[in-house]
């Protein structure tokens, strides 16, 4: 067993990790930290559970540590970090000295060469530009981040179309979730009745990390992918958890939806195929024909929440290429979930 450690364990994507983590076959959740008003606090009784399982009962006996590297001298091989953007740099780069593997949800450094940005079954292959990372910061341990929630989604729902029919350009118009803001996220004055039609720094991640993802490993980092242009528009709606995405493609070949449709339920990722890591899903990519599909409430808990549902595929004639809908659990798929299965990625190929 790998022990593994939650930095910003009590806000909604450190609770993900804690569920998740709490009953894994490969890692054993060993300490879970947060800010200074819980420190020396058991879990249990400082953490607002909002997830849908109950809490591990042993994650609810742990003791909350404060966010220091110092976590590394509980003998931690991966730290999984969930914390605002400003707090996560400087400590995750400590840990990386101090020979830790950190997996972080958090922003900074997402477009640096040297750091992976994985979404397993897209690029895993990109998880081995940490050997050039080490070489060049001079760190044993590694830095390995979770790409932004709405672009996971939409890289997994495009990496076929990218396969077989390549892409010259995307857009992508965005309904994200109120948990994509954080536990204390919206205030409900602002988002009863109403949606907001901006999300800070959202598309530019969303146009940048999605030609990162796409993009392809070299020996001095990742090059962006830079054969297509991105282009979003962001937007936060009532729902609770699940991004929705409204996309729009041009293809460099011609699509013929069948064939497309086809192509999409039967992607396996050679990226990740037989290596077993237990928070796969099963298919990656879910296609639903009804025309009202996919729908938040319905369908985000698709494949344990890992798997992305595509529906109302169909030509777009103003883009010459195809347009859909795609759904994702923005807190699974789009975060922790990402976050576990790059670890299981990094443990079988022997990197932690
Ligand atoms: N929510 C999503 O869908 C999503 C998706 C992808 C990526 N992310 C990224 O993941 C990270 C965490 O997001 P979240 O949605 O889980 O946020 P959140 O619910 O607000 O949780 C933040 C966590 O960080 C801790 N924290 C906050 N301020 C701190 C401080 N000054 N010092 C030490 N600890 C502090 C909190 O501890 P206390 O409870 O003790 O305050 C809490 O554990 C962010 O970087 C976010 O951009 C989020």
Known sequence: MK????????????????????????????????????????????????IERPMPAKAGDLELLPISSDIAREKIDIVFTAL???????????????????????????????????????????????????????????????????TAILTLSLKPILDDFGIKKVIVSTMQAL???????????????????????????????????????????IALNTSFVASASCHRVMVLEGHTEAVFVETERDVVIEDLIRIMEEFRSNKIKGLGLPTAPEKPIVVRREIDRPQPR???????????????????????????????????????????LIAELMVKKGLA
């Open 3 to 50: 022990r593994v450690a939650v930095l910003g364990a009590t806000g909604i994507v450190g609770q993900r990790l804690v569920s998740l983590l709490g009953n894994h076959p490969w890692f054993e959740l060993t300490a879970v930290a947060a800010s200074e008003k819980s420190v020396g606090k058991k879990y249990c009784e400082v953490v607002r559970w909002v």
């Open 84 to 150: 605002p953007a400003e707090i996560a740099k400087d400590i995750e780069i400590e840990l990386a000295r101090q020979g830790v593997i950190v997996v972080s949800n958090a922003s900074p450094m997402r477009l640096e060469p040297d750091i992976p940005l994985i979404n397993p079954e897209v690029n895993a292959d990109h998880i081995e530009a940490i050997e050039y990372q080490r070489k060049i910061r001079g760190w044993s341990g590694a830095i390995v981040k979770v790409p932004n929630c709405t």
């Open 179 to 221: 948990s994509g803001a954080g536990l204390t996220g919206v205030p409900s004055m602002f988002i009863l009745d109403n949606l907001i039609p901006f999300i800070e720094g959202e598309e530019e991640k969303v146009e940048n990390e999605s030609r990162k993802i796409l993009g392809r490993l070299k020996t001095d980092g």
């Open 298 to 340: 319905f369908d985000r808990m698709e494949g344990e929440g890992m798997s992305v549902v595509v529906g109302r595929l169909r030509k777009d004639y103003a883009l010459s290429g195809v347009k859909y809908v795609v759904l994702g659990h923005n807190t699974l798929r789009g975060a922790a979930g990402t976050g576990v």
